[in-house]
Structure formats: structure tokens, C-alpha cells
């Protein structure tokens, strides 16, 4: 069984409950006053509507009533899109540029009171300085120079924004949009462009090839000369030792020859022979001599005497044998 205490029955005093009231609500109060500032972040601190100072990170105290927090300033590198503004070059031809700004609060005090809504201040910065630029280009330069554009925009913005306590790190140019007549003629110029390119190293690649193929032909020819000139060589070569070869053949049997003659000669006189011998001989080159085509024949008259005695030989060896047939 609980028993239950009536409310009537506790007899608190109503001082303590004022006191822990009063307690609470100075707790509460110095809790809230009690802010930590995060990385990358300044507070501005107003003091009676008066600024009164920069809050870097960490943990700080304001007073209750009197001090209050004016803006929260981040310090990271921010970086703004800004639409497609209206720019006309110098050549008259009006063109949409879009623009990306990168930017850095150096100073949150001259950003928080040196100028009234920041981006916008710099958005309509950034289209004037933008136009001023382009003004003084044609749309050639303008497409072709981006990074002077970027770098000249860069620099004067920086200068403008820095009475602001804005860093300008970069700017760039995001799209440059010309009217379509002009894509248009500038895509045709670029077709033509294309073509006469693709003309020029067609021409380029046939002349090359003509080239080597004419060197080669020039360099075959070369090598036929050379190699013909070089068969030459050796056929003269090869004919001029033949020659020498069969010359010295002949020279070399001409030498035996007479070798042999005067070795022949040497003999017969060595042997000492006798008329007879030698008249034998001379009867056998008379015969010899007689073989050959020739109609009329010039007769020493050494070998005349050699015939009329192989004639007086012939007949007694004739009669010889007529006897011997008679008597037999």
C-alpha cells in the first residue's frame, strides 16, 4: 500500500523557491551567452548596436543584454556562378559570357560593414569589368584569349574588392556564346579549313611518295650501273687471265718443242749415224711432205739419188723373187 502525501502537508518556504528560479534563469543566461566559434568561421561582435570586435575560433563570452552577434563570416575560398551577361565586342557582334569568380573574406570587418549585399556588389562588378574588356576586342581576340581576359578581370576586381575585405583569387570565363550566324559561318570556316588541311597533306603524302619512289628507281639504277660495271671487271679480269693463261700454254709447248727438237737433235748426233740413215729419213719426210695438198713438190737432188736407189733396191729385190718362184 503506498501512501500518499498530500500537497497541503509540505510546507515549503516560497524564499528557496525564488531563489532557485533566479538561480536557473542566470544559468540559463550565462550558458547563452558562452559561443564557440568554428574553423573557418569570424563572428562580427556589436556592443550596443556599435561594432565592437572580430571573433577568431574558440570559445568566447559576450555580455547578456548588451552585446550581441552582428554576422557569421566564412573565411573558406568561395566561388560564384554568375549567368550569361550581354557583351558586345569591338566588331560589333553581340555575344552571352558567363563568368566563375573565386574569392576569399580576408578582412570579416570591412566585409561585414564596407559595402551592402557583397554579391551583388560583385556580380554587377564583374558584368561592367567584363564589358569594358571585351569592348576593346574583336571576336577573334575574344575567343582566343581567355587567359588575358581572365587575368585583366582578375586584377581589377581584386582592386575594387579590397576596400571590401574580399580576395579575388580567380576568374573565369565559363562560356563565350556567339549568335548562331556566327557559329554557323565559323563552323563552315572550320569545315573549309578542315578540307584544306586534308588537301595539303594529300598533296604532301603523294610528293613524298613520288620522291622514294624516284630515289629508289635512282637508286636501283645505281646499283645495276654498279653492278654491272662491277661483272665487267671481273669478265675482263677473268678474260684477261685466260689470255695470260694460254699464252703461257703456248709459250710453255713451244719451249717443250724445241726442247724436244734439240734433245732429238743431240741424239742423232750422239749416235753418230750413218748415210744410209739418213737418207732413210729423209726418203720418210720426203713422203711426209708428199701427203699434202700441194700440187706441185720441189725435189732436192740429194733425195732424187735417195729414189733412183730405192728404185735400183726395188728391182733386184723383184728379181730376187722371180728366181726363187722359177726355181721352186
Known sequence: MFTFLEASSIDIPTGYIVIGVIVLVLVILAVSCIRVVPQAHAYILERLGAYQSTWSVGMHMRLPFFDRIALDVL???QVVDFPPQPVITKDNVTMQIDTVVYFQITDPKLYAYGVQNPMMAIENLTATTLRNIIGDLELDETLTSRELINGKMRQLLDEATDPWGIKVNRVELKNIMPPSAIRDAMEKQMKAERERRESILIAEGEKKSTILVAEGKKQSAILEAEAEKAAAILRAE??????????????????????ANADGIRFLNEAAPEDAVLRLKSLEAFAKAADGRSTKIIIPSEIQGLVGLAEGVTEAVRKSRTEEKTEA
Request: net charge neutral; no cysteine.
Open 238 to 259: 677473268a678474260k684477261k687471265e685466260a689470255t695470260i693463261r694460254e699464252a703461257e700454254g703456248e709459250a710453255e709447248a713451244i719451249m717443250r718443242v724445241q726442247k
Open 75 to 77: 573565411l573558406k575560398e
